[in-house]
C-alpha cells in the first residue's frame, strides 16, 4: 500500500512523517517512543483532521491499523502523555540550562569562530577593496584645439569628416584624459578617430555623387 504522510503531535514535538498506513497501532506507538519520548504504555493517540480539528477517532486498538481508523494524508495524530510522572516541557524548557556566552572581545580573541575564518581568508568584509582604477594623465592639447575651431577627423579605415569642436575638456568616462566633442558638418558617425586643426570649409553636403 502506498505510503501515507500525516503529523505526529506530542507535548513536546511536532513533526511530519510517511509511514504504510497498514501499520498497526502497537507498531506505531513503538516508532513513536524515540520521536516523542514518551513510553508506549504511556501513550494515547487520537486521529483528527488538522491540528485544531475534533478527536476523529481514539486510537486505542493496538491490533488494528491506522487505515481500519480512516487516516488520510495530512491527518494529525496527537500523542498525549498519561504519565503521572511527567513534566511537560522537561524537552523544551531550556531556563535552568548553563548556557556558553562569550563577550565580544573573548569572541573577537578566539581562533575558531566564523570571525577568525573571515579574517584569516579576507573574506565578507575583510575583503580587499581593489584600488580604484586611475585615468590616464592627460594628454597635451594643442593651442589652437578650442571651441568653434574648424577640425577634420580620420577615422581608421574610414573617410576623413570635417566638423566644428563644441568641447575640450577632462572627462571622467572610458579612460578618462582628455576628450574633444566634434559637431561633425555630415549628422553621421562617431567622430571617435584623430583630429586635425585647419582652415576647412563646411562641406557642401547638398553636391552629393548621387544628384549628379
Same mark, same amino acid.
Given at each position: 500500500?502506498?505510503?501515507?504522510? =500525516? =503529523?505526529?503531535? #506530542?507535548?513536546?514535538?511536532? #513533526?511530519?512523517?510517511?509511514?504504510?498506513?497498514?501499520?498497526?497501532?502497537?507498531?506505531?506507538?513503538?516508532?513513536?517512543?524515540?520521536?516523542?519520548?514518551?513510553?508506549?504504555?504511556?501513550?494515547?493517540?487520537?486521529?483528527?483532521? #488538522?491540528?485544531?480539528?475534533?478527536? /476523529?477517532?481514539?486510537?486505542?486498538?493496538?491490533?488494528?491499523?491506522?487505515?481500519?481508523?480512516?487516516?488520510?494524508? =495530512?491527518?494529525?495524530?496527537?500523542?498525549?502523555?498519561?504519565?503521572?510522572? %511527567?513534566?511537560?516541557?522537561?524537552?523544551?524548557?531550556?531556563? !535552568?540550562?548553563?548556557?556558553?556566552?562569550?563577550?565580544?572581545?573573548?569572541?573577537?580573541?578566539?581562533?575558531?569562530? @566564523?570571525?577568525?575564518? /573571515?579574517?584569516?581568508?579576507?573574506? !565578507?568584509?575583510?575583503?580587499? &577593496?581593489?584600488?580604484?582604477?586611475?585615468?590616464?594623465?592627460?594628454?597635451?592639447?594643442?593651442?589652437?584645439?578650442?571651441?568653434?575651431?574648424?577640425?577634420?577627423? %580620420?577615422?581608421? !579605415?574610414?573617410?576623413?569628416?570635417?566638423?566644428?569642436?563644441?568641447? &575640450?575638456?577632462?572627462?571622467?568616462?572610458?579612460?578618462?584624459?582628455?576628450?574633444?566633442?566634434?559637431?561633425?558638418?555630415?549628422?553621421?558617425?562617431?567622430?571617435?578617430? %584623430? @583630429?586635425?586643426?585647419?582652415? =576647412?570649409?563646411?562641406?557642401?553636403?547638398?553636391? #552629393?555623387?548621387?544628384?549628379?
Amino acid at each position: 500500500m502506498p505510503l501515507t504522510s =500525516f =503529523f505526529i503531535s #506530542s507535548p513536546d514535538t511536532h #513533526s511530519e512523517r510517511r509511514l504504510d498506513a497498514d501499520l498497526t497501532v502497537a507498531a506505531l506507538k513503538d516508532k513513536l517512543v524515540p520521536i516523542t519520548g514518551i513510553a508506549q504504555q504511556w501513550q494515547a493517540l487520537s486521529l483528527h483532521a #488538522s491540528d485544531d480539528g475534533p478527536v /476523529l477517532a481514539a486510537l486505542v486498538d493496538d491490533g488494528a491499523t491506522l487505515a481500519s481508523y480512516g487516516l488520510r494524508e =495530512f491527518y494529525v495524530v496527537k500523542v498525549a502523555n498519561t504519565d503521572p510522572n %511527567a513534566r511537560p516541557g522537561e524537552y523544551t524548557d531550556t531556563t !535552568g540550562v548553563d548556557k556558553f556566552e562569550l563577550t565580544p572581545a573573548e569572541y573577537e580573541a578566539r581562533n575558531d569562530t @566564523v570571525l577568525s575564518h /573571515l579574517k584569516a581568508h579576507k573574506l !565578507g568584509r575583510f575583503a580587499d &577593496v581593489p584600488e580604484p582604477l586611475a585615468h590616464a594623465p592627460p594628454a597635451a592639447v594643442p593651442a589652437n584645439l578650442v571651441p568653434g575651431a574648424r577640425v577634420e577627423i %580620420a577615422p581608421e !579605415g574610414g573617410l576623413a569628416k570635417r566638423g566644428t569642436v563644441r568641447f &575640450v575638456g577632462s572627462a571622467d568616462i572610458g579612460k578618462g584624459g582628455v576628450w574633444v566633442g566634434v559637431e561633425l558638418d555630415e549628422p553621421t558617425g562617431k567622430g571617435d578617430g %584623430a @583630429v586635425t586643426v585647419g582652415d =576647412f570649409p563646411e562641406e557642401d553636403l547638398l553636391a #552629393s555623387d548621387d544628384e549628379i
